[in-house]
């Protein structure tokens, strides 16, 4: 097992920056997810890792020891691809010996380790099929055999469960969880799935634009959301955010309005914010609830999408718009007037730079990590 220690990482392709200097420290044992949109730089953050990809500056250190100049192979890391880059003419048991095989590791060693492999995948009795024989969700775990038949010091996953359909996504979630529990790996996961980031990680390091916007616990990332591409990338549906005027400014927060918010104080450090600025408040569409709240907002019903125990609203209002996530059982409808309330505790304010002014009144539970099983 191993710890990580990234500095000033940086990678261009020709004149073009594609990692603009990451810094991150990655404990033994730890699971870190990094998550962002497409073309962010996830795949070739994690390739940089895995020695795939040259570093044009910065360092990467595995256990204390630079490795920016060792081949792959000499990194102690396996990889898992999206696509499971099976041999399609060799069964299960030989795509997870065959590494180990060009190593030139003793067989009975080889067979020790696949079969420990397969026990720990229940795949002991897929041994013999071959790659077209068997499922998506069974091919993608004979990819991870292959990767823990190297026992290597860091797992790294490029998007592994994105190929499957969304009950084997569930399923082979939970199962990766077990898998780092039992084997106590450090391990590093991309993803786009932000289900997958808040189930899986220890940690989760949010990217745009090959920059590290925000890096934390799932809670803290969801509760304290540092600036508002965090905050309208964690969570669905997604924060709302709307203009809104500051007209006061003490201590114990700001007083904003807006055409649609009467003057509101909301419990935040104000920071260098000033009285007359514009900020944006953001409320999440589950703090928003039918009927009159400490703060009420009436507007027009547009979309409604009824999920069953909840629903999501699209509430016109002035200024702007706003969605609510409802109880399911609220008889609404589009084009009707609805009232609906939250409590300013529940909103953030960002200031022009976008930056979250610091919330005073933090959920308990922002402080809780991740809840492991028992073993
Ligand atoms: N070999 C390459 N040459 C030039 N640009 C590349 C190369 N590989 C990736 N890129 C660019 O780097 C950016 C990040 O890509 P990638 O790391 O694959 O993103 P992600 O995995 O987050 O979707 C993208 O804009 C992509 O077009
Ligand atoms: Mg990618």
Redesign the pocket.
């Known amino acids: 097992m191993a710890s990580l220690s990234i500095e000033r990482l940086k990678k261009s392709?020709g004149a073009?920056e594609?990692i603009k200097g990451v810094d991150l420290s990655i404990a033994d044992g730890e699971f870190v997810v990094f998550v962002?949109p497409?073309?962010?730089?996830?795949?070739?953050?994690l390739r940089m890792i895995a020695g795939l990809e040259e570093i044009t500056s910065g360092e990467l250190k595995i256990d204390g020891a630079v490795v920016n100049d060792l081949a792959p192979k000499e990194r102690g890391i396996a990889m898992v691809f999206q696509s499971y880059a099976l041999y399609p003419h060799k069964t299960v048991y030989d795509n997870m010996a065959f590494g180990l095989q060009i190593a030139g590791t003793d067989k009975a060693e080889i067979d020790a380790k696949v079969r420990n492999a397969a026990r720990i995948l229940k795949m002991e009795h897929l041994l013999d099929r071959r790659p077209n024989q068997l499922s998506g969700g069974q091919r993608q775990r004979v990819a991870i055999g292959r990767a823990i038949v190297r026992n290597p010091k860091v797992f790294l996953f490029d998007e592994p469960l994105s190929n499957l359909d969304a009950a084997l996504r569930v399923t082979m979630r939970a199962e990766l969880a077990k898998l780092h529990r039992d084997l106590a790996a450090t391990m590093i996961y991309?993803t786009h799935d932000q289900v997958e980031a808040m189930t899986l990680a220890d940690t989760i390091v949010v990217?745009e634009g090959g920059n590290v916007r925000q890096a934390g616990s799932p809670l803290e990332l969801y509760h304290l959301p540092r600036n508002l591409f965090v905050a309208g990338f964690i969570g669905s549906p997604k924060m709302n955010m709307l203009p809104a005027t500051v007209s006061a400014v003490a201590p114990a927060g700001l007083t904003v309005s807006a055409p649609w918010l009467a003057p509101t104080v909301i419990p935040v450090n104000p920071g260098g914010v000033a009285v007359g600025a514009t900020v944006t408040v953001g409320i999440r569409p589950e703090h928003i609830q039918a009927g009159e709240g400490a703060v009420s907002v009436t507007g027009t019903v547009g979309l409604v999408e009824r999920l069953g125990h909840q629903t999501i609203v699209e509430i016109a209002v002035s200024g702007g718009g706003l969605t609510a996530l409802i109880d399911g059982e609220t008889m609404t409808s589009p084009g009707e007037t609805l009232t609906v309330g939250f409590h300013p505790k529940d909103a953030h304010v960002f200031d022009a730079a976008g930056e979250a002014l610091t919330r005073l009144v933090v959920p308990e539970i922002a402080k809780v990590r991740k809840q492991r099983p028992a073993a």
């Open positions: 392709y073009v594609i962002g497409s073309g962010c730089g996830k795949s070739t953050l991309v990217l």
